[in-house]
């Protein structure tokens, strides 16, 4: 895979070759010709999805849970931190060290919960798309019962759908009115919402809640009143543990296990179907560039029903790592972090930027021989990086370098973003403070998440690698926006794609469907790529998100925003623009600490700052 590749047109040497453009095959009128990843063996590029999998690879993620509960029973699985029945010294609560669930007990409670669901007849079928569904709905942050739920479905080929902390009222009831469900596992906060929605006449066919934790009186009362019937979580799985049910089914590859719904920013969310050879196509492609060893530890905050996090999930199931799961408080990543101490470290630009911000205020702000020792320190390892791309220092990391790993643990070794771009300068700022390798990957929820992701050994940035084995990439000109496959000195397009990977269409809407997919089948990303000769690609644009002012400016506010968010004093940036105007603009949530900060140091009043 390292190979000597000429320079392109912006002068960089890329040592990495990651794919290739087809020669066998004509490009199609309006498109680039295939690229597909040096990896691929030619003889699958018509037909990616019957490439072999890896040595004892299966054919479900239910079988690769199985296969660590048999051969590491007792190893540790999924880590909670408990809450502590004692606040702190500020009246907030807090949580003690990671208990940890091993493979067998997640396997016996998963087994339980699965039964209990039948049992209790919490999933009836519904007739939907001309085929019978059993639906379950989870909404609840990351954690132990979240993943037990998935894993107790895949057992009777129950269709998970997650619901995000931000969806609002009139989204969930879409989603769960489109499913037809009749049952929502979650915990106590969300259950008041849902009591709360269906008062209001919302979600009618909404009869049972599963409860993660201790349910009070008055939510029971709440509930009988909407005829709702309240199960706790423990309950469930101790009926399931005496309840004679059919027998458990082994799910076939291209089973729908769970549906990722959009965000809805643009009209109703879309149920994006992901099967279990569409999330393990893009998961098995993963530990190629990621490999980890066995009982090392990835933490889990990101939303686990985005396919980002499932393709995650089945990473560590293939991989065997340890799962901990953080409190549920994202202020608190850093300190969960520093309990876990985690191996495999994923996370978005957001929190990179913001973790990036506080590196370098730390940096700045030093003073004296302390100030003199990290700067010295930075100034090194940053001329070393640009000379041959060695992030490490003998001297360096131990005397300065260590303070700033353990604000992750210590013993991060891989560290990989996505969902959003990164600026380079972040990125590279990262992997000299860590120590460690930060890799940018690509994909989309329709596309299971992982579709591009850079190479470990890359020591150039600024792209997000090249196409993973489970897809192959096309570009479509788009010369509205002077975009074409044409273009010197790179070819440029809005990226399509095609492979196992990618899903098979939204749940009940062959409309969205069909607008998702060109004539060919092609998935159209919306997004526009530029690829370098080595098979990397940059995302430079959205052909679907931007708008005219009325002087006739493009306006591209998702690179704004980004831009903004890497600002210390800024905690959330939105940008709002009307074509009937000539200027745009933004509501601005200001970091509370950063500000503060400023105004002590600048002698300045906070509520005239404000």
Not at 105 to 119: C, Q, S, T, W
Not at 452 to 472: N, Q, R
Not at 562 to 578: R, V
Request: proline letters at 5%; glycine letters at 8%.
């Amino acid at each position: 895979m390292v190979q000597a590749n000429p320079e392109g047109g912006d002068g960089i040497r890329r040592h990495i070759q990651y794919a290739t453009f087809r020669k066998d095959k004509p490009a199609a009128t309006g498109y680039s010709a295939e690229l597909i990843s040096n990896r691929v063996d030619p003889k699958f590029y018509d037909n990616m999805g019957e490439q072999p999998v890896e040595a004892g690879g299966c054919d479900n993620i239910l079988q690769y849970f199985k296969r660590n509960v048999q051969e590491r029973p007792n190893e540790p699985f999924l880590g909670t931190r408990p809450l502590m029945e004692q606040p702190d010294a500020h009246g907030k609560p807090q949580h003690g060290e990671y208990e940890w669930k091993s493979f067998a007990e997640v396997g016996r409670l998963a087994e339980n919960f699965a039964k209990g669901m039948l049992h209790l007849n919490l999933t009836p079928e519904v007739e939907g798309e001309g085929k019978m569904w059993r639906f379950i709905g989870v909404w609840a942050k990351n954690r132990w019962e979240w993943t037990n739920t998935l894993l107790a479905c895949m057992h009777f080929n129950i269709t998970t759908v997650g619901f995000y902390d931000a969806q609002s009222a009139e989204q969930v009831d879409y989603i769960i009115q489109q499913t037809e469900m009749t049952t929502v596992t979650c915990t106590i906060d969300y259950a008041k919402k849902l009591i709360d929605m269906k008062k209001k006449g919302m979600i009618p066919k909404l009869s049972n809640l599963v409860v993660m934790g201790d349910v009070d009186t008055g939510v029971l009362q709440s509930a009988q009143e909407q005829q709702i019937d309240v199960h706790t979580y423990g309950s469930v799985c101790s009926q399931g543990e005496t309840a004679q049910t059919a027998p458990f089914v082994n799910p076939d590859k291209h089973d729908v296990y769970i549906f990722s719904y959009t965000s809805g920013t643009t009209g109703d969310p879309k149920g994006v179907k992901l099967s279990h050879f569409n999330i393990l196509s893009a998961a098995r492609n993963s530990i190629v560039r990621a490999p980890m060893l066995p009982g090392e530890t990835m933490i889990s905050y990101l939303p686990f029903t985005h396919s980002f996090e499932q393709a995650l999930f089945s990473f560590t199931l293939i991989q065997k790592l340890r799962v901990g799961f953080y409190t549920g408080d994202p202020a608190k990543i850093v300190e969960d972090c520093s309990k876990l101490q985690p191996n495999f470290f994923p996370s978005v630009p957001r929190l990179y930027n913001r973790i990036y911000s506080k590196l370098q205020a730390g940096i700045t702000s030093a003073t004296g021989c302390k100030g003199w020792l990290a700067t010295r320190a930075m100034n090194t390892k940053q001329a070393n990086y640009a000379q041959n791309g060695a992030y490490t220092h003998g001297c360096w990391d131990s005397l300065v370098f260590k303070k700033m790993r353990a604000l992750l643990g210590g013993n991060v070794r891989i560290m990989v973003t996505g969902s959003a771009p990164i600026e380079k300068q972040v990125i590279d700022y990262i992997k000299i403070c860590f120590s460690c390798p930060l890799v940018e990957g690509y994909g989309l929820t329709e596309s299971s998440a992982g579709s591009c992701l850079m190479d470990l050994e890359d020591t150039v940035t600024g792209h997000v690698g090249g196409p993973m084995e489970s897809i192959k990439i096309r570009l479509k000109d788009l010369p509205e926006m002077n975009y074409t496959s044409a273009d010197k000195p790179y070819p440029r397009g809005e990226i399509c794609m095609a492979g196992p990977s990618i899903f098979s269409g939204y749940y009940k809407r062959p409309d969205k469907t069909a607008e998702a997919f060109d004539a060919e089948g092609w998935f159209l990303t919306g997004d526009v790529g530029m690829v370098f000769p080595n098979g990397s690609i940059k995302i430079i644009d959205r052909s679907k998100n931007i708008f005219k002012l009325s002087q006739g400016e493009y306006i591209a506010p998702e690179k704004i925003e980004q831009i903004m968010s890497m600002s210390p004093f800024i905690a959330q940036f939105f940008q709002y623009g009307d074509s009937f105007k000539n200027c745009c603009v933004a509501v601005i949530v200001p970091e509370e600490e950063a500000i503060k900060k400023w105004a002590r140091e600048n002698s300045k009043c906070i509520r005239v700052v404000c």
